[in-house]
Each structure stands twice: as structure tokens, then as C-alpha cells.
């Protein structure tokens, strides 16, 4: 065998390295990094570089959604355990599953009979699919004649299991998307060539919401045969409902076309007006924490085209059990349960059935109560603290368990999202780049042009206690990079007060001044910026220390004063770290100063001392 050739599983490796070196993401962290030389570890050798060809022609590589793609830099830099408790994953797509305060007790044991282990059906076992249409007909359909039945309802096994069944079924049409949006819909939408991806781009992408009449005009006018949208929005946190929501579904009803709705953070609402109550029957309406639905809106169950998907994943803490549903027109759900047939083969059986319990209404009544409370409290100090990191939020999240932060407000590069996740994982801590949401179906549009570069998810979906490890972590790599504005600020300040002059190519002025060209004048940036890197301003501080440290004075026949100009030299030196350290001071107290308008909302204009990064 040529020594040339390589293994199957060396082949895999490249076919790895090729797919993460052709990644969007990756070409812009290569780009930074090309940019902005020094300030920015340098990638790794198999992540630079793709190989030649594709080991594997005749496989297609597919591409990581955002998550995947911020937990593997957060393996590359040690993360290897979930419960590790020194990281925070800020950047996890589910809710805590532990018990929280207030909520019933849930029991995952049951006996699972000879029969059970058969496959079940593709549309679901019947008794879920009855427990499923209660559940809308009893929260949204008391006032209407149309009810759903179990005919309207296919089980699937899980979200994403379902957005595929449903492009499946899709004939030869133009689907509609918004931007930003849930990272999986990108794959979604370029799986199947009868599909013709067409997005929405709000002006703002801190922006979620189009007013129905743009939404109307932009629907009719493209020809459009669907829409699918996520309500409560993933990842802004806002919501579409009321009179708003209400239209939308008006005008899928009018133009026959299909309203695609991902309602799968309809219980995670914080705004709504009734009393946490401390008891009280199902059957009392009053007692009800506010959700939403689009089937609120639905005048016919099996004329209106509107599609539901919501499961157990986020809204009852249950991801593993990777049991979920679509609520359809009746003709619709025999599509997707013959789709279902060759795509999934159905849910879990034995999970559908212990899925049972949970969809009883008191509990679903009660278990919603404590989880709004309990999620209300995390999405306020996540809101509060990232604030105080001048981490700005345009519209605070009504719903979900997702804060849309917007980087700007802060210092480059940390205001790019690539950068700012490598960053944080350095750090411990895991987001999600907002350009993942930047959905790209087919890559069909450059992702340079993305407005979502300086924005991130962050997620407060872990435990309280993983979110303070996560702000900790956060302030400390933030003020990290303040100092080394502070300190590269001062290092320029030093070299001014030593030479006169700022720039490295004055040299004969330097000796017109009688300072020693190589001790006199401080450290390259080459050098300085690894020594920050490593110990921040004190290593700054040892260095500037070193550079005007006195130096021993050439004996001229006994003539010269060595004392004296030793002397002359320790003076200078304490003329100059007393200077260092009030420039360093002055800075840190706008770094404090900074902080406290932030808390405030505000910005503070005209820092007194400069940002310098590059030098």
C-alpha cells in the first residue's frame, strides 16, 4: 500500500476539518484574524487549512447549526462535561429539567407491557393525540364551534423532526422566513429543491415583529405558498399576539396560504396580568398564567391552513423525551403521518405514553404558574447584569427563555459575535453568534453583508447558579480587555513622556534628548502584547519597570559621576511609574465610571482615555 494513502478514519478527520474550514462562521473568524493580527488566537492547523478534495464524493458535508458549532470551540478550549461547574453555558437551545420551586411533582417510572414495545403509530399513539386537542380546545377554542379532534393532531419525535415532515409535504413553492430566526430552519428550507426559500428582513434585527399590513404585502405580493416563523420569536424573545397575531392568521386564511408556527416557548411568558395562584381548579379560567397560541384565531380547524408545532421539548422541561406534535387541518395530518412512514417512523411509544400524565390540564396549569415565575427571576439578572457589562437588550424579552444582546457598546473586536464567542470560551463561558440566526438557506447570500455580526444569544435557560458563573466569568474577560485599553493607552503614554514622540522611527531625536535608544524606549507592541496576554496590567507594569530601570553608565577614565547618573536615572524611573500609575488609575475609574452610567442606560461621552488596540 502507498505510504501516501491514507485510512478511512484520517479521511473522516479531513472530511471534518473540511467541513468546519468551509463554514460561514469560520471564513469570517479566518478574515478577523487576517485583519486584526495579534489580538486574536491563532487557529489551529486543521482548522485553517481544508483539504483538497472530499473523501467521501459522494456524500454532501452538512454544516453545524449555532450551537453545535459554539459548543465545539467551547471543547476546543477544555469543555468536555455539562455538569462541569466552573463553565456556563449560556448558549444551550433547552430549559433546566430539575424540579423548580412551586411546580407538581412528576414521576418518570411506569411499567412498559409486551405490546407498548411494538412500534406505534407514525401519526402518534390516539390516546396523546385526544390529550393534545383538549389541551388547545380547553385554553383557545371554548367560544368555538370548530373543535380539534385527534384527526388534527400528528405526534412527531421532536421539533425539528416535524419542520421536516412538513417540508416534505410541500409541493412546488415559495416559502417564506424572517431574519433572524431559529438557526435549524436554514437546513429546513434548502432540504428539498420543490422549495424556494424567500426571506423577510426586518429593518432592525433587534426587531422581531412586522406589522401585519407589511406582512400581508410582502406575503401576497411575493406569490408566497407558506410562511414559517417561530412566535414566541427565537432568538429575540418577542411575541406576536392579540389583534396582530389575529391578522396574520386572517391573512393565511384569504390567500391560502400556509402559516407555519413554531410555538414551541408558548408557555414561557412574563408579562402576563393574573395572580400566581396558590390553588384552584382547572376549570377556572381566571387561574390560568398567560399563554398563546395561534389556534386562538383558527375559524376552522380543517379549512384554515394554519400549522402548530410545539411538543414537550421547552414548554413542559421534557428534551429528552423528544415527543412533540403538529396541530393541523385534519387533511394535512394524513400527509405528515405518510410522510412519517419513510422520513422518522414515528415517536417513542413507550415515551408518548408516559407523556400522558403531563398533559393533564391542572398540571399543565400549575406547572406553568412555577415556571414563569421561576424563569421570569433568571431572565431579570441575566437582563440587569449583561446591562452593567454594556451589553445592550433593545426590546427585553417577553417571552422564551433567550436575551438578544447586542455587542456594539462594546470595545473591538469583542463587538464582533465570532470573536466575542471564541473570547468567551477562553473564558468559560458559551454563546451563540447572532449570524447563525442570520438564516442562509442554500447559502445563497453572502454572509458579510449579515446585520446580525454584532449580536449573540445568550440563554438563561441553565441554572441560576450556572448564569452567576457565567456573569462572573463574563465581567472578568471584559475588563480584561478594558485593561488592556487602559494598558496599551499607558504604554503609548510612557513611550511619549520617554522619547517625545509616539513613533517608532524617530530614532536621531530620541539620542537629541540623551536617552538611551535601548533601554530608554519601551518594549516593541510585538513583545508587550504577549506580556499583557499573559499577566494583564501588572505584567505591564514589571515591563515598564524593566524598560527605564537605571542601567550601568560607560566608565569614561574615571571621569564620569557614576553615582550621580545613577541617581539622575532612579529619579527618572519613579517620575515615570508614578506617572504609570496615575494614567492606569485614571483609567480604571472610567472603567468604574463606564459601568455605573450603563447601569443607568446611558453612555458616557468623551472617555478620558483612549482605546487603542492596535498598535
Known amino acids: 500500500m502507498s505510504s501516501n494513502n491514507q485510512s478511512p478514519v484520517n479521511h473522516n478527520q479531513n472530511q471534518l476539518a473540511h467541513e468546519e474550514a468551509s463554514r460561514e462562521a469560520w471564513q469570517m473568524y479566518r478574515k478577523y484574524h487576517k485583519d486584526h493580527s495579534g489580538r486574536v488566537k491563532e487557529v489551529s492547523e486543521q482548522e485553517n487549512k481544508a483539504p483538497a478534495g472530499n473523501a467521501f464524493p459522494m456524500f454532501q458535508a452538512t454544516e453545524k447549526t449555532g450551537v453545535i458549532f459554539a459548543t465545539a470551540r467551547a471543547k476546543e478550549h477544555g469543555f468536555n462535561d455539562p455538569e462541569d461547574p466552573t463553565w456556563a453555558n449560556m448558549g444551550q437551545g433547552a430549559p433546566e429539567t430539575g424540579p423548580i420551586l412551586g411546580a407538581p411533582s412528576r414521576k418518570y417510572e411506569m411499567h412498559i407491557p409486551d ?20 389541551y388547545y380546545n380547553h385554553l383557545y377554542r371554548q367560544d368555538k364551534q370548530s373543535k380539534y379532534t385527534a384527526a388534527n393532531v400528528c405526534i412527531v419525535p421532536g421539533g425539528r423532526a416535524g419542520i421536516t415532515r412538513i417540508m416534505a409535504i410541500m409541493g412546488n413553492t415559495t416559502v417564506g422566513y424572517f431574519n433572524p430566526d431559529y438557526t435549524a430552519y436554514e437546513q429546513a428550507l434548502g432540504l428539498f429543491q420543490r422549495i424556494t426559500p424567500s426571506v423577510f428582513l426586518h429593518r432592525d434585527v433587534n426587531d422581531a415583529l412586522m406589522p ?6 410582502e406575503t401576497v405580493g411575493r406569490g408566497l405558498g407558506a410562511v414559517m416563523l417561530s412566535n414566541p420569536a427565537n432568538p ?76 414537550l421539548t421547552k414548554n413542559w422541561r421534557c428534551p429528552g423525551f423528544r415527543v412533540c406534535w403538529i396541530v393541523a387541518p385534519a387533511p394535512v395530518v394524513s400527509m405528515l403521518n405518510n410522510a412519517g412512514s419513510y422520513l422518522d417512523g414515528g415517536a417513542n ?97 453572502q454572509v458579510k453583508k449579515s446585520n446580525c455580526l454584532a449580536n449573540v444569544r445568550f440563554s438563561y435557560g441553565p441554572s441560576m447558579r450556572n448564569l452567576e458563573v457565567g456573569i462572573q466569568n463574563m465581567e472578568r474577560m471584559i475588563r480584561k480587555w478594558m485593561l488592556h485599553t487602559i494598558s496599551l493607552s499607558t504604554y503609548v503614554f510612557v513611550r511619549k513622556e520617554l522619547t517625545g514622540h509616539s513613533n517608532d522611527d524617530e530614532e536621531e531625536k530620541k539620542e537629541e534628548e540623551g536617552l538611551d535608544s535601548e ?45 550621580g547618573e545613577a541617581e539622575t536615572k532612579q529619579g527618572m524611573r519613579r517620575k515615570l511609574k508614578e506617572m504609570v500609575r496615575h494614567h492606569k488609575t485614571q483609567g480604571e475609574k472610567q472603567f468604574d465610571e463606564e459601568q455605573k452610567y450603563r447601569r443607568k442606560g446611558l453612555t458616557l461621552k468623551d472617555p478620558s482615555h483612549e482605546h487603542i488596540f492596535y498598535l
Open 115 to 134: 405490546h407498548e414495545i411494538e412500534y406505534a403509530p407514525t401519526s402518534g399513539i390516539p390516546e396523546l393525540r385526544e390529550k393534545v386537542a383538549e
Open 212 to 217: 401585519p399590513d407589511e406582512f400581508e404585502f
Open 236 to 311: 429575540t424573545g418577542q411575541s406576536l399576539e392579540g389583534d396582530d397575531l389575529r391578522e396574520y392568521v386572517r391573512v393565511a386564511r384569504e390567500n391560502q396560504v400556509a402559516l407555519i408556527m413554531d410555538e414551541f416557548y408558548s408557555h414561557y411568558y412574563y408579562d402576563g396580568e393574573g395572580v400566581d395562584p396558590a390553588d384552584g381548579g382547572a376549570d377556572d379560567d381566571t387561574n390560568w398564567p398567560k399563554t398563546v397560541s395561534s389556534a386562538a384565531h383558527v375559524n376552522d380547524v380543517n379549512e384554515d391552513p394554519v400549522l402548530i408545532i410545539n411538543g
Open 349 to 445: 411509544g413507550p415515551m408518548q405514553r408516559m407523556a400522558l400524565p403531563l398533559m393533564d390540564l391542572d398540571f399543565i396549569r400549575r406547572d406553568t404558574w412555577a415556571l414563569q415565575r421561576h424563569f421570569r427571576t433568571k431572565r431579570d439578572y441575566l437582563l440587569k447584569n449583561l446591562a452593567r457589562l454594556g451589553i445592550k437588550v433593545k426590546w427585553e424579552p417577553t417571552a422564551t427563555f433567550y436575551i438578544w444582546g447586542d455587542l456594539s457598546g462594546l470595545p473591538p473586536p469583542l463587538n464582533d459575535s465570532i470573536v466575542f464567542l471564541e473570547e468567551c470560551t477562553k473564558h468559560k463561558i458559551i454563546c451563540v453568534p447572532g449570524v447563525f440566526f442570520d438564516i442562509n438557506p442554500r447559502g445563497v447570500r
Open 519 to 563: 533601554r530608554g524606549v519601551m518594549i516593541e507592541s510585538k513583545v508587550l502584547l504577549p506580556i499583557i496576554e499573559e499577566g494583564g496590567a501588572d505584567a505591564l507594569d514589571a515591563a515598564i519597570e524593566d524598560a527605564i530601570a537605571p542601567v550601568p553608565s560607560k566608565q569614561d577614565d574615571g571621569d564620569s559621576d557614576e553615582d
